[in-house]
């Protein structure tokens, strides 16, 4: 058992490693366009083990406990256990493997406002989520562009646009698909 001075020691050796993230020197996370690249102080005070007790999935994870902010738990769906509580938390990209912040206020929009489970996680940095986005938004209208039936010359120099987008950013991996979005040589004659 340790004495009262040693355990003081070991709490605050403990608390002022996680104010700073161990593994990531302050200032190197991505940008985020809302909330910034540095956490967001709470006036809330909750300890380590108040967080901990409070939603299991913290542990492990490199938290900043001094932007907690308490959750409201009538807004929560879970399947397991609510998450009582929000904070910081420095994660690693997976498409790019730069270091991002999960912030308290986001993981608080995405479970209580959009609905999310609150064991959800953030995989990927406010970057590669955007570009994700584009993407998506990018194959939607090439999908739709090439099923439609009459095509103007317009249409045809979109598609060929977003075709060769999509072929570049390897989302079209395929040629014969890149094909479908060329316009045939007798309509190039015509138009």
Same mark, same amino acid.
Not at 94 to 104: I, Y
């Given at each position: 058992?340790?004495?009262?001075? +040693?355990? *003081? /020691?070991?709490?605050?050796?403990?608390?002022?490693?996680?104010?700073?993230? !161990? /593994?990531?020197? !302050?200032?190197? =996370?991505? /940008?985020? $366009?809302?909330?910034?690249? /540095?956490?967001?102080?709470? *006036?809330?005070?909750?300890?380590? *083990?108040?967080?901990?007790? *409070?939603?299991?999935?913290?542990?492990?994870?490199?938290? @900043? $406990?001094?932007?907690?902010i308490a959750a409201d738990l009538t807004r929560q769906r879970y399947a397991f256990a609510p998450r009582r509580v929000y904070v910081d938390m420095a994660m690693r990209c997976?498409?790019?493997?730069?270091? =991002?912040?999960? @912030? +308290?206020l986001e993981q608080k929009h995405w479970i209580e406002e959009l609905g999310f489970y609150c064991d959800v996680q953030c995989h990927h940095c406010q970057d590669c989520r955007h570009t994700a986005h584009l993407l998506r938004d990018r194959r939607k209208a090439y999908d739709s562009l090439v099923a439609q039936e009459d095509k103007t010359r317009a249409d045809w120099e979109r598609l060929e646009r977003l075709g060769t987008a999509l072929w570049e950013a390897g989302e079209i991996s395929r040629p014969e698909t890149l094909l479908k979005s060329r316009m045939p040589k007798r309509l190039r004659r015509c138009l």
């Open positions: 058992m340790l004495s009262g001075k +040693a355990a *003081a /020691r070991k709490r605050r050796r403990r608390e002022r490693s996680l104010k700073r993230s !161990p /593994r990531v020197p !302050p200032g190197r =996370f991505v /940008r985020h $366009p809302r909330y910034g690249d /540095r956490p967001i102080l709470s *006036a809330e005070r909750w300890t380590e *083990a108040q967080i901990l007790r *409070a939603y299991p999935g913290y542990r492990g994870a490199s938290i @900043f $406990p001094e932007t907690a997976r498409s790019c493997a730069r270091w =991002f912040l999960w @912030f +308290a």
